[in-house]
């Protein structure tokens, strides 16, 4: 069957999704129908339904529109918009979508955050937040992602990305919000059904060989924590389905 992005916005309430100028029409259709299984794909594996891929409505896409040299994929924060270029973001729509996830639950997890903050972060620079079994369970992921299996040093990723970053000179590869994005990736790549446009080159990459992705116990206890978390909001959305409430 052959899908459009009209048909994605409207599945999944998408705020909008913008496509470039210099797109052609069989590339348009091309992206649409990778991007409705990729989504589909995502949405599956973590079983929850089509507002958390969407983030309830706030979340824009973009598909080859601007884009920055070297970078294939980005989200903006300041308004909320997932973009992939058009020759390079193919890959990386599951870390792109945990930055925009990441993004999202901060204000609804923690008091008094900044517009523009990430969970990870603010979690990391123990910032005060609302107590609640899903917020216990975001944290493990966090727990998992930044620290040790005892919680008493630093993850093995995050002394990986931070020699990664010595290297550079620069503070990238360490900061919280990409680590747990990286993450998520080695999550979905491990747990779904392959997609290639989804996630790609978490275990044969250069990224990958430097340590830049989450490896054997380590990997293992991310993803269990993730894929509890996410099964656990899942859940808790199909109990308040159609009363209104909210479980985060």
């Keep these: 069957m052959k899908v459009s992005f009209i048909h994605i916005r409207r599945r999944y309430d998408f705020r909008s999704i913008e496509i470039g100028r210099w797109v052609t029409e069989s590339e348009r259709d091309r992206a649409a129908q990778r991007f409705n299984s990729a989504l589909d794909v995502l949405m599956a594996t973590l079983g929850v339904p089509e507002q958390v891929i969407s983030l309830r409505s706030s979340l824009g896409l973009q598909y080859g529109i601007g884009g920055q040299p070297g970078v294939s994929a980005h989200y903006i924060p300041a308004t909320r918009q997932l973009a992939l270029a058009k020759n390079a973001g193919p890959g990386s729509l599951a870390h792109e979508w945990f930055h925009a996830f990441d993004h ?62 010595s290297h550079q000179n620069s503070l990238y590869w360490a900061r919280p919000e990409e680590m747990a994005a990286r993450a998520f990736e080695a999550f979905i790549e491990d747990t779904a059904p392959r997609d290639s446009f989804l996630v790609r080159g978490t275990r044969n990459s250069d990224e990958a060989r430097m340590g830049l992705y989450p490896i054997g116990a380590e990997r293992d206890r991310i993803s269990a924590a993730f894929s509890n978390y996410f099964c656990n909001l899942g859940r808790a959305l199909s109990r308040v389905a159609g009363t209104g409430g909210k479980p985060h």
């Design 104 to 165: 999202y639950i901060a204000p609804k997890t923690f008091l008094g955050c900044d517009r523009q903050a990430f969970a990870s972060s603010l979690w990391l620079d123990s910032q005060a937040f609302r107590p609640h079994t899903l917020t216990s369970q975001l944290f493990r992921c966090f727990e998992a992602v930044l620290l040790n299996a005892a919680g008493t040093e630093p993850s093995d990723l995050f002394k990986a990305s931070r020699i990664a970053d």
